[in-house]
């Protein structure tokens, strides 16, 4: 057709294709912040199952329902499952990360003040799914 | 052609970019003490910030051009395809 022009339409591609390469890549640095674990994290096992989470820290204390962290330090969890899919989520810290049978699956978060946050499944798991929770309970470095 | 193209923009979401993305993250460098709160929100909001302006911007095109094209407007013309006495 006489006299159409298409470069709107070409402006138009041009300015989504942008926006698009733009989050994308925002959202791969953030992946590649969120995904690297500090060398001198702690390691803390994770295990859940039906319908409790138990916790193992590197120097073999272990705790359930219960999770005791240090302000200043960054932590590493290595969460498993023992019967069948959990979600092991921390909302306050937006640590969350699934518990698979067979699996290790890790994640890592560094609390920065004192205080007491929910632990829960965020999977759902079974009859008492709705109760598995626990306790993040933040303190003051001990040394 | 046709085919091929989106055969490959098929298999380009489905498995490279996941297995591309496994292998740029999965870097073995120990990462900086970071807050994942400040990291993880504020790529939500600036998403959601994207999100929202490409939504209006595309659903303001479709309106304008519901309204500028719609048979009763006052500048309306037949396309070729109508081919009748206006």
Known sequence: MSGHSNWPEWVYIGVVVALMVWVGAEAWEAERLVDHIPADAETIKVTGQQWFWSFEHEDGTKEIGELHVEVGKAYKFEIMSKDVNHSFNIHDYVVLMDAIPGRVNTVWFAPTEPGTHDIQCREYCGLIHYNMRGTLIVEEPSS | ?86
């Open chain 2, 1 to 86: 052609m046709k085919k091929l193209v989106g055969l490959f923009l098929v298999l380009a979401v489905t498995v490279l970019i996941p297995a591309v993305d496994l292998a740029f993250a999965a870097g073995d460098e120990p990462g900086e003490y970071l807050d994942r709160r400040v990291i993880i929100w504020n790529l939500f909001y600036r998403l959601m910030t994207v999100g929202f302006t490409v939504g209006a911007v595309v659903s303001g095109t479709i309106i304008w051009q519901c309204w500028r094209f719609r048979e009763s407007h006052p500048k309306a013309k037949p396309t070729p395809y109508e081919g009748t006495d206006w």
